[in-house]
């Protein structure tokens, strides 16, 4: 092992972040791995008790920090902002005070102008039963997102959690400056039981799990273009990944819009007219197309990569 | 929503320095304890909201039980609940006073 020198307890924090699975873990074990042992400083904690106004009126249980942890930490000794979703707390729903804490965080960034932000994506949306003010608060968080992007900052999303990233969280990952997903991870505004209770099952069966991430799935995400890595489901893989995509994702600014615009163009008149993901997968050119859902996470980063190092020999 | 409260007398202080620690999270079936050291050293306070109704005394039962087996002095435990089972929440009440007591990591 490569840790020289580090205090025990170190040594077993950076073990314990190679075992352990980020879909299985909680929001709070996931930021406490993420950062390096005993940085992490929370904003607003659970102490404060700055709960839900709403859920009482519904007689709903709240919990302590409304879902959502922000704060700051250190990554291999550089500060970075992390503000992470609880997706088994409502399905890590976006309500009043969750946004709230969120929209501060984004603000801070965009104010102090040289922390990056990782967040930590676990969520089916708005919370229901706080509709408006979840609405409102997608709305401020993304406003908030691209200021702080305009001010140089970096926002990194990282999605792998059980709650997938849907509704208000797909578009407000579809702001960031770069993704990184994981198999178990999925992104999308409508989430599968939505369209299917909208348009029916013929138009999409929400029981057909290998459908469903097949469709929205961290893989097709990836090979996509979407996100722009694809992890291992562990809390050191994230961790690596997200220190690479803090250098090396893209300013904000006209070009790079520019850029995104023509890339999507691309891809519509690429593949607008198929009619599912394993479509794509083989106008893509990926000769394996059948074999892309059951491959293992290893074997799909070598595929991802010897596809670039193709794309590379075509320059 | 239920709202149950009490307050006992332990044997000794609750090991370790932290003052505050939260585990767990409020889902069904499952629970939230957040624990602070904010008490006299003999004294326990264990405060719970719970969806489910109609509980009183086996609350009253795994909390006396946990008082008794790991005499948390000094500590508030306040508890959002999801509607988790007796062993469950006896459980996420040891790890919780276990979490304080450890050194931070």
């Not at chain 1, 025990?8 to 075992?19: D, F, K, L």
């Amino acid at each position: 092992m490569n840790t020289p020198n580090l205090p025990a307890r170190q040594v077993s924090h950076v073990a314990i972040r190679e075992t352990t699975s980020w879909y299985e873990a909680s929001a709070r074990e996931r930021v406490r791995l993420l950062v390096d042992a005993g940085s992490f400083e929370e904003f607003i904690g659970p102490e404060q008790r700055e709960t839900s106004p709403h859920l009482r009126v519904f007689d709903l249980p709240e919990q302590f920090d409304d879902g959502i942890i922000v704060g700051r930490g250190k990554i291999a000794g550089a500060s970075v902002f992390l503000a992470a979703q609880e997706g088994r707390f409502m399905g890590g729903a976006f309500g009043e005070v969750h946004g709230a804490k969120f929209t501060g965080l984004l603000r801070a960034a965009r104010d102090m102008k040289s922390i990056p932000v990782f967040i930590l994506f676990d969520t089916g949306g708005v919370r229901l039963q706080e509709a408006n003010a979840g609405e409102l608060a997608i709305a401020e968080i993304m406003r908030a997102l691209i200021e702080a992007r305009a001010a140089g900052v970096k926002v990194v999303g990282l999605i792998g959690g059980r709650a997938g990233c849907y509704g208000g969280g797909g578009l407000i990952a579809g702001c960031c400056s770069a993704l990184a997903i994981s198999e178990q991870g999925r992104i999308s505004v409508s989430g599968p039981e939505v369209i299917e209770t909208n348009r029916g099952v013929e138009e999409f069966d929400s029981r057909d799990r290998a459908l469903v991430w097949r469709t929205m799935g961290g893989k097709h995400r990836r090979l996509l273009g979407s996100a722009s890595a694809f992890v291992d489901d562990t809390i050191a893989s994230f961790r690596n990944v997200a220190l690479h995509l803090i250098t090396s994702a893209p300013g904000f600014d006209v070009s790079m819009l520019e850029v995104e615009q023509a890339g999507l163009e691309e891809r519509l008149e690429r593949f607008g007219a198929c009619s599912d993901a394993m479509d794509i997968w083989r106008a893509m050119g990926i000769s394996q197309a059948e074999a892309v859902p059951a491959m293992d996470a290893q074997d799909f980063i070598a595929l991802m990569n010897s596809d670039r190092e193709q794309q590379h020999d075509d320059q | 929503m239920e709202t149950l409260s009490y307050r006992l007398t332990t044997q000794q202080r609750a090991g370790g320095s932290k003052s505050v620690a939260l585990l767990g999270v409020v889902a069904s079936g499952n629970l939230e304890v957040l624990v602070e050291r904010v008490l006299p050293d003999m004294e326990c306070q264990v405060e719970v909201k719970t969806a489910a109704e109609g509980f009183a005394a086996v609350w009253m039962a795994v909390v006396a039980d946990f008082v008794e087996r790991r005499s948390p002095g000094g500590l508030k435990l306040s508890i959002n609940d999801g509607g988790a089972r007796p062993d469950t929440v006896a459980l996420r009440l040891a790890q919780a006073v276990r979490l304080i007591e450890e050194d931070d990591r």
